[in-house]
C-alpha cells in the first residue's frame, strides 16, 4: 500500500495500569520483553502509522515508553475515563479529540500475534 493519498493515520493504544484479571498485564514479559513493547515496535514500524497515542493511567508504562519511541506520544487518562467502569469508546474519543487525523487504527498491547502485514 502506498502512502499518495497522504492520509494522516494514528495508531491508539489504550493502556491501563491494572486489569481486573492479570495484573499489570502490559508489562508482563512475553519472550523477553514488556507485552506491550511487542505490539509497539510493530507500529512504530509501519511506514503507514504517523504516530501512536498511548493512553494510560499507569506511571510505569509511562516511563517504560517516555523516550524509547520517536512516534509514540503518552496521554495521561484523565480522572473521569479510570477505572473498570468507563467505556473503552469514552476513552478512544478523548484521543481523537485531542489528536485529529483521517484514519484511525486502535489495538491493544494484548494482540502479540498481530503481524506487521495485517497493520
Do not use: W
Not at 504516530?51 to 517516555?66: G, M, P, R
Amino acid at each position: 500500500m502506498s502512502r499518495a493519498s497522504e492520509l494522516k493515520i494514528i495508531a491508539l493504544m489504550p493502556m491501563k495500569g491494572e486489569s481486573e484479571r492479570v495484573p499489570n498485564k502490559n508489562m508482563r514479559d512475553f519472550d523477553g520483553q514488556p507485552l506491550c513493547s511487542v505490539m509497539l515496535d510493530k507500529l512504530v514500524a509501519s511506514d503507514l502509522i504517523d504516530q501512536v497515542i498511548i493512553n494510560t493511567d499507569s506511571k510505569l508504562i509511562k516511563n517504560f515508553v517516555e523516550g524509547r519511541y520517536d512516534k509514540v506520544t503518552i496521554i495521561e487518562r484523565p480522572f473521569e475515563l479510570r477505572g473498570n467502569d468507563v467505556s473503552m469508546n469514552k476513552i478512544i474519543a478523548n484521543d481523537i479529540n485531542l489528536y485529529p487525523a483521517d484514519l484511525y487504527l486502535q489495538t491493544h498491547s494484548t494482540n502479540p500475534l498481530l503481524r506487521e502485514g495485517t497493520i
